[in-house]
């Protein structure tokens, strides 16, 4: 098992070595105080990948209201299994709201759990990051950013920085005074020497 230390001490580490890089950095971390992070533990990654689709390219209101429908199809059940989404008709998650792209990354997503594709939650906890990310970025519609975001939140890893997101990036180019944001390849480069600490980091950078 890969586990990530997000106690209390190993936050004000991570924010006691960021706010040590530069004065920018110190004054940001001041403004922001202490890292508030949460995980939402528990979730299975394909569940989690699911509720990441929902989200893509969408309000966080717009999104939650799709989920709310289609988590309306299956009462009394927290979230619907693989073979019980693969069994809604496409009309009825097009009424949920769901894209006829989303709609099919959906399906890819519940049929990649049967077929052990995507793994359990047990199984994820011992793959590295970048492992878990190349075998679940194969799946149609899965993107880096969102498997970055289920080793975040889902699977509590601390050293994740996801420099395809806008915020991130959009983030430090405010902290630094930048004309314009630094480009993935740049992020990816700069964010090096905030090791191990970049979940943190990518955290601070959201609130600027």
Aim: proline share 7%; glycine share 8%.
């Amino acid at each position: 098992m890969i586990l990530a230390d997000l106690s209390p001490d190993a936050y004000l580490a991570a924010t006691e070595h960021l706010a040590a890089l530069d004065p920018d950095w110190s004054r940001h971390i001041a403004a922001i105080g202490p890292c508030l992070h949460r995980a939402t533990p528990g979730r299975e990654p394909y569940e989690a990948l699911v509720r990441a689709i929902a989200y893509q390219q969408l309000h966080a209101r717009a999104a939650e209201a799709i989920l709310g429908r289609m988590l309306a199809l299956f009462p009394g059940q927290a979230f619907p299994a693989p073979e019980q989404l693969l069994a809604v008709t496409p009309e009825v998650m097009r009424e949920c709201g769901f894209s006829a792209s989303k709609l099919t990354t959906l399906h890819g997503i519940a049929q990649a759990t049967l077929e052990g594709v995507v793994p359990s939650r047990e199984e994820a906890l011992g793959l590295a990051d970048e492992a878990l990310i190349q075998r679940l970025v194969a799946l149609r519609g899965v993107g880096r950013w969102t498997v970055e975001m289920l080793l975040i939140y889902s699977l509590e890893r601390s050293d994740i920085l996801p420099v395809d997101d806008f915020g991130v990036r959009e983030g430090y180019r405010r902290l630094k005074g930048l004309d314009k944001a630094p480009t993935p390849a740049q992020m990816r480069s700069l964010g090096a020497g905030w090791r191990p600490y970049r979940t943190v980091a990518a955290w601070y950078l959201w609130r600027a």
